[in-house]
């Protein structure tokens, strides 16, 4: 299936919600559908371009005056399984927690921290989903796609993603240049499961025993109870990244202010929590008209109804800025502005 439309609204696109158009749209669900459009109409190389999911992590500060492109390649399905492990493919354009629940159905682990995660099973990688201890990296063995500056059809092993903390390859010196279309995930028939975050094993044995499916069962409480759904209140999930400091600058925050959440990061880092540093800034509940920062986690701004991405935008600068002034330490947006 291919779809080209001109003026496309991204209303529905994006979960802020923002009123927004791009001036071109192209869909398409095969791989040689993309190949063909892009090899017969040379054209589209003079446009801006996006590759747009569900817009799960994306604001918009006003139209998008490009080609918005959308992987819908469907289809999630076994590839190959020895006695320890299963290969599973799935297209771009699957959403990204049905692959969850149909790994938890099948008994394979890897991936079932990252339950109710929203978005595309392609831009899973692109910024290295995380959740509760797990991060998709860790479970993806190869990533498919198609190379807009060559033509070509591409392949990336897992150690040439160069996966971090949400990010990657397709994040950094890649940008905008690859279009994934599926991504082969390696799990596990006996996993050990990652317990070790938060409430999970509490939640997780108030079902019965610990499983895959009482984990998942755990996770969507657990995030159904702070993260805002996007159906209901515009947002992008985390609007920041954590910071990662150095171990020194850590501590001495962490002396002065106890009850500053600090994890290790590696031998030299230390990751502290943005929503508790955005929290003690003042911010956590705040309103402006109808963008805010969500009551329950601060880390999280959100859309009332009617705010433009630009008062979102301008927003999150004043959070960044009250937060570098009180704390000396400098928030990096996780969501990607256009
Ligand atoms: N905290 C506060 N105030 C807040 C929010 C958090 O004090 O308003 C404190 C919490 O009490 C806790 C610590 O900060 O001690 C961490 O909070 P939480 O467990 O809610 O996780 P997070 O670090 O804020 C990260 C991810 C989330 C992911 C959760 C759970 C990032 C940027 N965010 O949030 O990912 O769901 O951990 O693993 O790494 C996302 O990327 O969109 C996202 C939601």
Redesign the pocket.
Same mark, same amino acid.
Not at 129 to 133: K, L
Not at 296 to 300: D, G, R, T
């Given at each position: 299936m291919i779809r080209f439309l001109e003026d496309f609204s991204l209303k529905q696109h994006n979960t802020f919600g923002f009123d927004v158009k791009a001036k071109f749209c192209f869909a398409f669900t095969e791989l040689a559908d993309l190949h063909t459009f892009l090899h017969s109409n040379q054209s589209w190389k003079e446009e801006k371009l996006l590759v747009l999911g569900q817009g799960s &992590?994306i604001l918009f500060t006003g139209d998008f005056d490009g080609l918005v492109i959308q992987p819908q390649v469907p289809g999630i399905f076994i590839v190959k399984e020895d006695r320890q492990n299963v290969w599973i493919e799935a297209g771009a354009g699957e959403i990204w927690d049905d692959l969850v629940q149909f790994t938890v159905d099948y008994g394979f682990g890897g991936i079932e921290n990252l339950s109710l995660?929203p978005g595309n099973v392609g831009a899973a990688p692109v910024q290295n989903? $995380? *959740? %509760?201890?797990q991060e998709a990296g860790n479970a993806i063995e190869i990533v498919k796609g198609f190379d807009l500056k060559t033509g070509e059809i591409v392949e990336f092993s897992a150690a040439e993603c160069e996966f971090g %903390?949400?990010s990657s390859i397709f994040k950094s010196r890649l940008k905008n240049r690859i279009i994934i279309t599926s991504v082969v995930f390696i799990l596990e028939k006996f996993p050990e499961f990652i317990l070790g %975050? $938060?409430d999970v094993e509490k939640r997780a044995l108030e079902k019965g025993e610990i499983n895959l499916t009482t984990i998942r069962e755990a996770i969507v409480e657990i995030?159904r109870s702070?993260?805002p759904d996007v159906t209901e209140l515009g947002n !992008?999930?985390?609007f920041? @990244? &954590?910071p990662v400091v150095s171990v020194k600058v850590a501590q001495d925050l962490k002396q002065k202010y106890p009850s500053l959440?600090v994890y290790p990061a590696t031998a030299e880092t230390s990751k502290l !929590? *943005?929503?508790?540093l955005?929290? #003690?800034a003042g911010w @956590?509940g705040y309103r402006d008209g109808d963008a805010g920062v969500h009551e @329950? #986690? *601060?880390?999280?701004l959100v859309n009332y109804g009617n705010a433009t991405g630009q008062q979102i935008f301008d927003l999150s600068e004043k959070i960044k800025q009250s937060v570098f002034e009180k704390f000396g330490i400098e928030l990096e947006r996780?969501v990607n502005c256009f």
């Open positions: &992590n995660i989903i $995380g *959740a %509760y201890g %903390y949400r %975050y $938060g995030r702070k993260l !992008a999930g985390s920041f @990244k &954590n959440p !929590a *943005a929503g508790w955005i929290e #003690q @956590k @329950k #986690q *601060a880390l999280v996780e």
